[in-house]
C-alpha cells in the first residue's frame, strides 16, 4: 500500500486548537468570534476534504510526529476508515457551529467563549482519534476528548450538572484508566507495537481466554461507545446544552468510543484471530443486550432529550454488532452507520434543542399538536426518525440493510432478528412523537383560531433542514462513504 | 573551560555567602544575587549535560587529587540530568518568589535567601559527588536548611513540624551514617566507584548486607518513603510557599536518585537483585506506599497538605520502579524522577499563586477559583492530569513504563497499584475543581451571581509566567520523552 | 548461647554503641519531654561516631604521626608499618559529622526555643492540646 509522507493530518487537527487563542481574545466581541469559528472550521473541512481523493486511490497519508518508544509514537495514518470519520465530524461540526450561535444567543447563555473554546478542542480531538495510526495516538486524542467535553456537559455550573459531570467523568475517564490503559500496556508488552494494521498485531502469543479478556477490557473499556453497563453517563451528559449533545453525544464523542473499538477489532486484534477464537458472537451478544435493552428504556422516557440518548446507546452498537459479525457485508453495515446514524441523529437533536428554545418544551407529553406551530422542525424530526429507524428513503435504511445481509452472511439468523425486533422498537418510540405533533390537540389550542406558524430562528432551523436534507441524500448516493470504507478494511 | 561541575555547586555557595553578607549591608542585594548564583549553576549545569552526552561521563577531582584518596565529583548521564533539573527548578522558582517571599518572610527576605542556596549547594552537592561520606555531609546540609525553613513558615505550627522532621531526619541521616562505616569496615574505601570494585568480590559477605539495609533504610526515611513518610505532610505543609515550592518536587526526588545511585552505581545491580531476595518485598511496600499515600490524600481539607500525600504516593512509583529489577522499570523510575519534579513543581507553582491570593488554601476556600484567577487554575489543570497520567503530558509517559516494567517482571499488584492511584488522583483533582468550578465565590466578594461577571484577579505577572511556563513544560517534556530516554536513560542503564 | 557470650566479649565496642544507640532511640520515641528528646537525640550520633572511632582502632598501634617526618635525628631510619598505627580516616570524617551533629542540635535548640516562646512549654501532650486549642489549621 502506497504511503505519502504530508502534514495535512496534523493541520487538520491543529486548526481549532490554534484558533482557541484568538476566540479568546476576541471574547467581547461575539460576532467576530463565531466568524473565527467558521473560518476555522471551514479550513478543517477543506483540508479533510483535499484528502479525500489520495485516499480513495486506495493510498495513505502518514505523519509521525514523536517517536516515543519503538512502535508507540504519536503519528498521524490517514485511511479510509478514519476519512470517513474525519468527512462526518469536520462537516457536521460547521452545522453545528450556525446552530449553536442561535441557540446560545437565543437562550442567553453565560460563559459562551469558554463554551465555543472547548468545543473547537473536543472537535480537534475527535479529527486526531479519526487519524491516529496507533493505539497510544488513539488513547491520547480519547482523553484529551474526555476532558474537553467536561467543561461543555457542566456548562450549566449547577447542582444538576455538577452531578451528571461527576457521572459523565467516573464512566469515562474511570473506564478508559482502569481497563483501557492496562490492556494497551498489556497488548505492547506482549507485542512491541500498537501499530493499527489489518492482519492485527498479534501473531499467536495469545491463548483464547486471554484474547477473550484483553478484547472485554477494550470494549468496555472505550466506555464512550455507551456498551451496558457502561452507559449510564450518556443519559446523565443530556443536561448540556442542546449543541453539545447534538455534535457531541450523538456523533463526535460517542462514535469516537465506537470508532476505538471498531479500530481495535479490526487493527490491533484483526477479523482473522476474533473469527478464529470465534470472539464475535461475544461482542455481538453484548452489543445485542445494548442494542434491545437501550431501545426498551427509551420507550419509557418522556423527556425528549433522553428519549434520544438511550436511542444512541440502542443505535452505537448496531456498529460494534456489524463490525463483530466479521463478515464484509457486516463490516460494511456497522462502519456505515457512523455515518448514517450522524446524520439521523444529529437533525433529532438540533430538533429537540429548537422546541426547546421556541417553545421551552422538554418532554413529550407536553408536544401534542406542537407540528402545526413549528412543521419544518417535525419534518425534519421525521425525516431524522426515519434514518434511525432505517426506512427508507433514508440514509440509514442502507446500512440497516447490510446489517441483515450480513447476518444471513455470517448464517447468525437469531442474530437477525435482534435487529428487526429492535427496528420495531425504534419505530414504536419515535413514530408517535411524530404522529402527535401533527395530528395531536395541545390543551391551549383553540379550534377556531387557525395556528400561526411559530418557529425557531433561522440560524436553528436551516442547520436541522440541512441535516434532514443530507440524511436523504446518503440513501441515494452512498457510494463514497462505501467505497471508503472497501478501502480502509480491504473488502 | 573544564571547571563546570564545580562552577554548578559553588555558584549557589558563593551566592549564599554573599547573599548573606548584603543582609548587613544593604538588603535589597540578596535577591540579585541569589539569582545570578543559580544562573551560573543552571547554565552550568546545562553545559555539563551537553558535555556528557556528547563525550561521555566526566570525573572531575576536587583541588585535583585523585580519588580514592581525594574527593571526586562523578557526573555521567544520569546526575547530569539531575543536576540540570535541580538547578533550573531552583532558578526558575526564584523567579517566581520575590513578591511572595517578601509578604510571608516579614523582612527576613535576606537570611531566606541565604538559605534558600545553601539548601540548592546542598542538593546540587548530593547528586554531583562520588563519594560515600560526602554524600552524608551534603543531604545534612540540605537537611539542615531545610529544618530552619519549615521553622521559617507557619508560625503557630511551623517550628514544631520542624523539630518532628529533625528527630527523623536525624534518625534517616544516622542510619546512612552507619551503614556507611559498615561499608568502609569491609572495603575501606569511600569512593563509590572504587567501594563498587571491592564490593564485587565479596557479594556474600553478611557486613556488606547489614550495610546495604542500613544504607537503604536511611534514605528511605529520607525521601518519606510509607510508612516513614509522617514528617513530610506537616513539615511541607507548613514552610513558606517560597520554599515548599521546591522542596516538594526536589527533596525526596532527590534522594530517590541517591537510592538509585547506591543500587547501580556502588552496590550494582548482580547484588541487590541477585544475591539479595529483597526486591519483591520493596515492590509490594512500594505497592503499599502508593495506594496508602492516595488514600491519605482523599481525606485532607487543606490542598497543600492533599498535594504532600500525593508526593507521598509517588514516592512510592519511583522506588517500586527501581525495585522491579528490569530496565523498564529503572527507565520509569527515572523519567519520573524528571516529570514527577517537574508536575509537582507545576502544582505548588499554582498553590503559591492561590496562597498569594487567598493566604489560605482549605478546599472551601477555593470556590469559584476557575473565574477568579483562569491563568493559575489553567496551570493546575494541567499539573493535575499529568499526575492523574494523561497523555500526551509527561505523567503518563513515566507512568507507561512502570506498567510496562511491572508487567515484565510479573509485579501485576504494582500495576495495578498505579491504575488505581491515577484513578484516586483523578477523584482528588476533580474535587478540588468541581469547587473551583462549580460554587460560586463566597459573599464578601460581593457577587451574587457570579458567573456572569467574575472580576479576575491574578497573582503577580512573574509568578504566573513561570507557573505557564513549567505547566506547558509537562506538554513538552512529554512528547519529547522518546528523546530523553534514548538519549539519557538508555544509554546510562546500558 | 554458648556461641554469643564470646562473640559479646569479642567484639564488645561494638555492642556499646548498640546499647547506647537504642538508648538514644529510646529517649527520641519515648520521652515526653523536647529537650529530653534532643538528648536523646544527641546520644544517637554519638553512639555512630564511637562506632567510627573503633573502627580506626588496632591494638598495640599508636596515633598516626610519623616521628620526625621531616628530617632530623632518626628520620626513616626503620620502615613505616602501617599496622603500628591507627586508621586516621574513620577519626578526621567524625570530625565532620561532630560538626553536623552541633549543627543539628544547634537548629533543633533554636526551635525549641521558638516553641517555648509561643507556647510556653515543652511538654509533648501539653503541646498537642494547645495545637487542638488554636483549632483546624490555618
Known sequence: ?491 | MDNYPALIVIAPLLAALLAGLAVWIKERLSYPIALMGLAVSTFSAFKVLMQVIDSGTIQYKMAGWTPPMGIEYRIDLLNAMVLLLVSSIAFLNLLASYKSVEIETNDRAGSFYTIYLLFVTGLLGVTATGDLFNLYVLIEITSLTSYAMVALGDRDRGPLASLNYVFIGVIGASFYLLGVGYLYLKTGSLNMLDVANILSGIHGSSTVLVAFILMMIGIWIKMALFPMHVWLPNAYTYSPVAFARIVAPLMTKVMVYVMIRLLITVFGFDYVFETLNLADAVVWLATIAVLAGGVMALSQKNLKKMLTYIIVCEIGYMVGGAWLGNQLGMTGAILHILNDALMTFALFLAVGNMVYKLKTVDLIDLKGLFGKMPWTMAGFVLAAFSIIGVPPTCGFFSKWYLILGAFEAGAYHFAGALIISSLICAVLFFKVFEICFFEPMPEEHGHVDSHSHVIIEEAPVSMLIVSGFVSLSLIVVGLYSGTIVNTIILPFLK | MTDLLPLIVAKYNYWLYVILMMIGLYAMIAKNNLIKKLVGMNIFQTAIILFYVSIGYKTDATIPIIQNAHGGQGAHSAAIHAADYINPLPHVLMLTAIVVSVATFGVAMALAVRIYQRYQTLEEDELRMRLADIGPEK
Request: aromatic share 12%; charged share 10%.
Open chain 1, 1 to 491: 500500500m502506497e504511503t505519502i509522507i504530508s502534514i495535512k493530518p496534523l493541520l487538520a487537527v491543529l486548526v481549532s486548537l490554534f484558533v482557541i487563542p484568538v476566540l479568546i481574545s476576541s471574547s467581547g466581541k461575539p460576532n467576530v468570534r463565531e466568524s473565527w469559528i467558521f473560518v476555522a472550521g471551514a479550513i478543517k473541512l477543506i483540508l479533510v476534504l483535499s484528502m479525500l481523493p489520495v485516499i480513495l486511490e486506495g493510498k495513505q497519508i502518514a505523519l509521525t510526529l514523536f517517536e516515543f518508544a519503538p512502535g508507540a509514537a504519536i503519528a498521524f495514518r490517514v485511511d479510509g476508515l478514519g476519512m470517513l470519520f474525519a468527512i462526518v465530524a469536520a462537516s457536521l461540526y460547521i452545522v453545528t457551529s450556525v446552530y449553536s450561535i442561535g441557540y446560545m444567543r437565543g437562550l442567553d447563555e453565560h460563559g459562551q467563549t469558554r463554551f465555543v473554546s472547548f468545543f473547537a478542542l473536543a472537535i480537534s480531538a475527535t479529527i486526531g482519534a479519526a487519524f491516529s495510526a496507533n493505539l497510544l495516538t488513539l488513547y491520547l486524542f480519547y482523553e484529551i476528548l474526555s476532558l474537553a467535553t467536561y467543561p461543555l456537559v457542566a456548562h450549566h455550573q449547577d447542582k444538576k450538572s455538577r452531578i451528571s459531570g461527576r457521572r459523565y467523568l467516573t464512566f469515562i475517564l474511570g473506564t478508559s484508566i482502569a481497563l483501557v490503559l492496562p490492556a494497551m500496556i498489556y497488548c505492547y508488552h506482549v507485542t512491541g507495537t500498537l501499530e493499527f494494521s489489518t492482519a492485527g498485531i498479534f501473531s499467536d502469543q495469545l491463548s483464547k481466554p486471554a484474547a477473550t479478556v484483553l478484547l472485554l477490557m477494550f470494549v468496555f473499556g472505550f466506555a464512550k461507545a455507551g456498551i451496558m453497563p457502561f452507559h449510564s453517563w450518556l443519559p446523565a451528559a443530556m443536561v448540556a446544552p442542546t449543541p453539545v449533545s447534538a455534535l457531541l453525544h450523538a456523533v463526535a464523542v460517542v462514535k469516537v468510543g465506537v470508532f476505538s473499538i471498531v479500530r481495535v477489532m479490526t487493527g490491533i486484534f484483526g477479523v482473522d484471530l476474533l473469527s478464529n477464537f470465534n470472539l464475535g458472537v461475544v461482542v455481538m451478544s453484548i452489543a445485542s443486550v445494548t442494542i434491545l435493552v437501550g431501545s426498551c428504556i427509551a420507550l419509557s422516557q418522556d423527556e425528549l432529550k433522553r428519549r434520544l440518548a438511550y436511542s444512541t446507546i440502542s443505535q452505537l452498537s448496531y456498529i460494534i454488532f456489524g463490525v463483530a459479525l466479521l463478515s464484509p457485508q457486516g463490516l460494511l453495515g456497522g462502519v456505515i452507520h457512523i455515518v448514517m446514524h450522524a446524520f439521523g441523529k444529529i437533525t433529532l437533536f438540533f430538533c429537540a434543542g429548537a422546541i426547546y428554545v421556541a417553545t421551552g418544551k422538554k418532554y413529550i407529553s407536553q408536544m401534542s399538536g406542537l407540528g402545526k406551530k413549528m412543521p419544518f422542525t417535525f419534518a425534519a424530526f421525521f425525516i431524522g426518525a426515519l434514518g434511525v429507524i432505517g426506512l427508507p428513503p433514508s440514509g440509514g435504511f442502507y446500512s440497516k440493510w447490510n446489517l441483515i445481509l450480513g447476518t444471513l452472511e455470517a448464517q447468525q439468523t437469531i442474530f437477525m432478528v435482534v435487529l428487526l425486533v429492535s427496528s420495531f422498537l425504534n419505530a414504536f418510540y419515535f413514530l408517535p412523537i411524530v404522529y402527535k405533533g401533527f395530528f395531536g390537540k395541545s390543551e391551549e389550542e383553540d379550534d377556531n383560531v387557525p395556528v400561526k406558524i411559530q418557529e425557531a430562528n433561522l440560524c436553528l432551523v436551516i442547520p436541522l433542514m440541512i441535516t434532514a436534507v443530507i440524511s436523504i441524500v446518503l440513501f441515494f448516493y452512498p457510494t463514497v462513504f462505501v467505497n471508503l470504507i472497501k478501502v480502509g478494511l480491504g473488502i
